[in-house]
């Protein structure tokens, strides 16, 4: 009979395809036996499919065993053996998953970590940013406002400049034409 444990367990459905398998795979190794505990399930199981109760299905099963050579006492050192052997890969699935949780999780944290940094630095930039945004409209409005200030004074003086002209020109053009007319 071929050993293979997931035809042995898992019959339902119920439990996870790729755990089964994985486990299946470590207890193919565990008992070498000519008819080991594996078999004794299988069959046992094959019984109770058609009919038999389980009790009646073990003791068909001890029986048939027991004519081939293999009492009880081997069948349940080879079931043992499957215990050991799947207690043996919980173990390592154990220390597995917590190396992952340990070394890959602190990784990927770190990952977010460094992420988290970045924004806050991006952040403060972003505040450095705008108050030397609010500072430079500041100077603009400061300078618009100045030069303002300029053009109207540069008006105001021009204003005086062509008052203080006309006045001085037509004080000069009038003495020019009372020279040129009257005093002849």
């Known amino acids: 009979m071929a050993k293979d ?28 036996s000519t008819f080991s505990y594996l078999e004794f399930r299988l069959a046992a199981k094959q019984l109770m499919e058609k009919g038999q109760d389980q009790q009646q299905a073990f003791e068909s099963v001890f029986t048939t065993a027991f004519t081939i050579g293999v009492d009880r006492e081997s069948l349940a050192l080879s079931a043992e053996a499957y215990l050991k052997t799947l207690e043996a890969e919980h173990e390592k699935f154990t220390q597995a998953m917590e190396k992952r949780m340990t070394t890959g999780v602190a990784s990927d944290q770190a990952k977010i970590d460094k992420v988290i940094a970045s924004i806050e630095k991006l952040t403060k930039q972003q505040a450095q940013i705008e108050a030397k945004l609010t500072e430079a409209q500041a100077k603009k409005i400061e300078l618009e406002e100045a030069l303002k200030s300029v053009q109207e004074r540069v008006k105001e003086r021009g204003k005086h400049m062509i008052e203080a002209f006309e006045s001085m020109h037509a004080e000069i053009k009038s003495d020019f034409e009372g020279m040129t007319t009257s005093y002849k």
């Open 5 to 32: 444990p997931s035809k042995a367990f898992n019959q339902d459905g119920s439990l996870d395809a790729d755990a089964v398998a994985a486990l299946s795979k470590a207890l193919s190794t565990a008992d070498k």
